[in-house]
């Protein structure tokens, strides 16, 4: 075999090589395209089918932060768990009327809020 066949025959593998290798990535970069646009039809799915249960993804994303926040100050719970401690131990029959109160405005504010935000609707 001659140096020169041997640089032709070489030639004509590249360029079939090269024009095999043109067709796959034509296939591949279809086949991306498509998984793309399913993608995307599938993110589209989710978020109108999930529209239902963010509430319950907003509760957790709040304990979530919540926990965060006890993690990042344990110090101040703490104390705070001492002073209610303390309170419960010296004075108990107080402790009990300030958490009877403190429950009774909890459970206004709750009944009290509808009407505010339908009358800040309005506004």
């Known amino acids: 075999m001659t140096s020169k066949h041997h640089a032709d025959t070489t030639a004509d593998q590249a360029v079939r090589a090269g024009h095999k290798r043109i067709d796959v990535d034509d296939d591949l970069l279809a086949r991306r395209d498509a998984l793309k646009m399913r993608s995307e039809y599938l993110r589209h799915q989710l978020s109108f089918k999930a529209t239902g249960i963010q509430p319950a993804f907003r509760a957790t994303d709040r304990v979530a932060e919540g926990l965060g926040w006890v993690k ?6 703490a104390a705070a768990g001492a002073a209610l401690l303390g309170a419960v131990v010296a004075r108990p029959r107080a402790f009990m009327r300030l958490g009877t109160r403190a429950f009774a405005a909890w459970q206004m504010v709750q009944r009290v809020q509808p009407m505010v935000r339908a009358f800040t609707r309005r506004v």
């Open 72 to 77: 990042a100050h344990p110090g101040l719970v």
